[in-house]
């Protein structure tokens, strides 16, 4: 699971709605990486995603997941993960 300072995650929201976003919990990432692997999840614009991502900040409805790659959090719009079941 990735690791964020409270400051940063603080600072962080959704730059589509710009409601506060949260760290993903272990149960949720989970849930997230098994939806990936059954190849049901695609970003926003479509493209596919790796399973290498290490954690993701969530809406607050936990509908929306913006992934973090690399230890850093992907808040590019169209690379979101728009889940049809909140996690």
């Not at 399973?51 to 509908?63: E, P």
Request: charged fraction near 25%; charge should be negative; proline fraction near 5%.
């Amino acid at each position: 699971m990735s690791t964020l300072s409270p400051e940063l995650l603080e600072l962080l929201a959704d730059p589509e709605t710009h409601e506060p976003l949260a760290l993903a919990s272990e149960a949720e990432l989970a849930k997230l990486r098994e939806a990936v692997g059954a190849g049901g999840l695609t970003r926003r614009s479509g493209q596919q995603i790796q399973l290498n991502f290490d954690g993701a900040l969530l809406s607050q409805a936990k509908r929306v997941a913006y992934l973090i790659e690399d230890g850093i959090p992907n808040l590019l719009i169209d690379e979101r993960v728009e889940l049809a079941d909140a996690l």
